[in-house]
């Protein structure tokens, strides 16, 4: 969601803010700003909209400083507005950024006002800066007000503090948002993304919650959530400004969607051997659970969630293990059952996701086996707080509208579906076939790229609708839920997904000529029933759009509907390459109607607050 970069350094940093939230851009904002404590008065510079408005504002109203604190909000409490945008500053002597939610901010907010304090603004974020004022006026030096200020807050924050008494020094501190501090030369730095510090360093110290540091140009300290002081590891990221370019391509999304058959090659590396899942993929401990799990629980949030339905179908069908999948934010709050040896598994691409972590916390007092993560990005919160976690090799995702990261984590799953069928005994040659599968993937999920010009044409036909319905069955109807929620993420048209035999409980209501229906067709066991709901679509006029493994072969080519013949070249990988036509498909619409691909309207990459 929103995005911190804070800089103290023996040179100018004011660019290196800038460049740092520019990187941040991909978590989505609606304002940006930027603060520096200067001359005995906090200078700040902020606007609405995209950060070249900021940009423009610095060109007529420039600003110096070797310590400097930046933000690009996404607003919570307040309409996106100049008032509302970070940073916030109390008697033009402190200024904070935060990410987060101040869930006693109300309360705060009445003892501050009736202590004489006047805000300016609508957000909940306000009540910081005041109250390290509060603090600072009673005496209690720069440090010492940050830690009774932020001793009061409850709720989730990232936040960091710059003061006019002490111009070169940095206060941060988290608690349910990630903050990451980057070690340089002569200089520390502050984020809430590393990404946004690789062009600075490739040095971390990660944050864990309940941490609090202090920076100068030349020092950092660290306290944990009791007080002490502490050392983290400081750890070197092996991710570059590269990486996080488009590299060419238009648009980060269309990036990411052609690097997945190399992202999928480094995530199946070393853990497979002659149709075997090696011991890279799982401890021998994680091995036990899985051995002893008579259930599992997949929790997760959109995108992820998709994969976890994907592979409840996979471990009920081939290992026998019910499982069960729910959305993170519905799982906390509803007081689950949780039955003897069951094991809680977390999907989450940034590790960071506010309601998967609230859920992973509950899980860890609710009697589960273990708790394993299934994440893109090693340290993470999911990663540190999850007894055992495996890690997709995506690589970074900046486009909101995941696509890699979801391909990776379904052949994590996938992998370990296989490790499950072997412990539970399945037929060595039917795994031996599957394993086969998932080898061939990277070079199918070249072919289906190629198909990428006639997904375009189909595209063309799509963009002008207002509303589009998605049709799949079995483990291929989460396949049809993604692709909807990827038209709707980036096109903006109107898109839901069924399970096609559903169509007559309902929806079949909605189908006209001027209803665009995609249905995805593998050649799997339910082919003749989804044929039929085919029919079903075309006996009402509906615009009908297959996708279809191997269609010809099966009657699917007709005159009067649109179909692209796919390899899918097995039931079990069939997803994966399914996914990605449709993920093309929701590109190109997007790209057709002029949208603002990688930074869609109101969403964010990574969703920190609940």
Same mark, same amino acid.
């Given at each position: 969601m ?19 939230l520019?990187?941040l ?6 304002s ?8 005995g008065a906090i ?8 950060i070249?408005?900021l940009? @423009?504002?610095?060109?007529t109203?420039?600003?110096q ?10 607003a919570?409490?307040?309409k996106p507005s100049?008032?509302?945008?970070h ?23 009445e003892?501050?006002?009736?202590a004489?304090?006047?805000?300016e603004?609508?957000?909940?974020t ?15 030096g720069?440090?010492g007000?940050c830690?009774k200020?932020i ?7 990232a936040?960091?503090i ?5 111009p070169g020094?940095?206060v ?6 990630p ?10 730095f502050v984020?809430?993304d590393l990404?946004?510090?690789l062009?600075e360093?490739?040095s ?5 919650e309940?941490?609090?540091a202090?920076m100068?140009?030349d020092t950092?300290?660290i306290?944990?959530?009791h007080?002490l002081?502490?050392q983290?590891v400081l750890t070197?990221?092996s991710?570059?400004v ?9 648009h ?9 058959p190399r992202a ?9 051997? @002659? ?6 993929l799982?401890?021998a ?6 051995n002893q799990?008579?259930q599992?629980h ?5 995108t ?12 009920e ?10 959305i993170a934010?519905?799982f906390r ?7 003897k040896n069951?094991?809680?598994?977390a999907?989450?691409q ?29 340290n993470?919160s999911?990663d ?9 090799r995506?690589?970074?995702e900046?486009?909101?509208?995941s696509?890699?990261?979801?391909t990776?984590q379904l052949?994590?799953?996938a992998?370990l579906?296989?490790k499950?069928?072997?412990?539970k005994g399945?037929?060595p ?9 998932l080898e ?11 198909l990428?010009? @006639?997904?375009?044409?189909?595209a063309?036909s799509i ?6 319905l998605?049709l ?7 396949i049809a839920?993604e692709a909807?929620l ?10 839901e997904?069924?399970?096609?035999g ?9 189908v006209?000529e001027?209803?665009?229906v995609?249905a995805v ?5 339910l082919?003749?029933k ?8 075309r006996?009402r ?13 099966h009657?699917l080519?007709?005159?009067?509907q649109?179909?692209?013949?796919l ?5 079990f990988i069939?997803?994966?390459?399914f996914n990605?036509p ?13 949208t603002?691909?990688? @930074?869609?309207r109101?969403?964010?990459k990574s969703?920190?607050?609940?």
């Amino acid at each position: 969601m929103c995005g911190i970069v804070g800089a103290t350094a023996n040179r100018e940093v004011i660019d290196v803010i800038i460049n740092g939230l520019r990187t941040l851009e991909y978590r989505g904002y609606d304002s940006a700003g930027i603060a520096v404590p200067r001359d005995g008065a906090i200078r700040v510079r902020k606007r609405t909209g995209k950060i070249t408005e900021l940009e @423009q504002y610095l060109q007529t109203e420039p600003l110096q400083g070797t310590c400097a604190i930046g933000h690009t909000r996404w607003a919570t409490h307040g309409k996106p507005s100049q008032n509302n945008a970070h940073p916030h500053v109390s008697n033009h002597s402190i200024a904070v950024v935060h990410n987060g939610i101040i869930e006693n901010s109300v309360q705060l907010r009445e003892m501050l006002v009736k202590a004489g304090y006047v805000f300016e603004s609508e957000t909940d974020t306000e009540v910081v800066p005041h109250l390290v004022h509060f603090y600072l006026a009673e005496g209690d030096g720069f440090s010492g007000a940050c830690r009774k200020a932020i001793g009061l807050l409850e709720g989730s924050y990232a936040l960091a503090i710059t003061c006019v008494h002490e111009p070169g020094k940095i206060v941060a501190a988290r608690k349910g948002s990630p903050l990451v501090i980057g070690a340089g030369d002569g200089a520390y730095f502050v984020a809430s993304d590393l990404p946004a510090l690789l062009a600075e360093t490739d040095s971390f110290y990660l944050l864990e919650e309940g941490d609090i540091a202090e920076m100068t140009a030349d020092t950092c300290r660290i306290w944990d959530e009791h007080g002490l002081e502490v050392q983290r590891v400081l750890t070197r990221s092996s991710d570059s400004v590269e990486s996080i370019s488009k590299g060419g391509f238009d648009h980060f999304m269309q990036k990411e969607i052609f690097e997945q058959p190399r992202a999928v090659a480094d995530t199946l590396s070393g853990r497979l051997d @002659q149709g075997r899942v090696t011991a890279e993929l799982i401890s021998a401990e994680c091995e036990q659970w899985l051995n002893q799990a008579e259930q599992v629980h997949i929790i997760a949030c959109g995108t992820s969630w998709h994969a976890g339905m994907v592979t409840k179908y996979w471990l009920e069908s081939l290992c026998r293990i019910p499982c069960h999948v729910e959305i993170a934010s519905e799982f906390r709050y509803r007081e689950p059952a949780v039955p003897k040896n069951t094991l809680f598994v977390a999907i989450s691409q940034s590790g960071e996701t506010a309601d998967t972590l609230a859920a992973l916390r509950f899980a860890r007092t609710a009697g589960y086996l273990a708790t394993l993560a299934v994440c893109n990005v090693a340290n993470s919160s999911l990663d540190r707080e999850c007894d055992a976690t495996l890690l997709t090799r995506a690589g970074a995702e900046i486009g909101v509208a995941s696509t890699k990261a979801l391909t990776t984590q379904l052949v994590v799953l996938a992998l370990l579906t296989l490790k499950c069928a072997e412990l539970k005994g399945v037929d060595p040659v039917r795994r031996q076939d599957l394993a086969g599968q998932l080898e061939r993937l990277p070079a199918l999920l070249e072919k289906a790229l190629q198909l990428e010009p @006639q997904v375009r044409e189909m595209a063309q036909s799509i963009t002008v609708k207002q509303h589009a319905l998605f049709l799949g069955r079995g483990k291929h109807y989460p396949i049809a839920q993604e692709a909807a929620l990827k038209l709707k993420e980036i096109s903006y048209i109107h898109a839901e997904a069924y399970a096609a035999g559903e169509l007559k409980h309902g929806p079949l209501a909605l189908v006209d000529e001027n209803m665009p229906v995609v249905a995805v067709c593998p050649n799997d066991a339910l082919l003749e029933k989804l044929v039929s709901n085919i029919e079903e679509v075309r006996a009402r006029g509906g615009q009908l759009y297959v996708l279809a493994d191997h269609a010809s072969s099966h009657g699917l080519c007709r005159e009067e509907q649109t179909v692209i013949e796919l390899d899918a070249s097995g039931e079990f990988i069939s997803p994966i390459v399914f996914n990605v036509p449709l993920q093309l498909l929701a590109y190109h619409a997007a790209v057709l109607r002029g949208t603002d691909i990688d @930074q869609p309207r109101n969403l964010a990459k990574s969703v920190t607050v609940e």
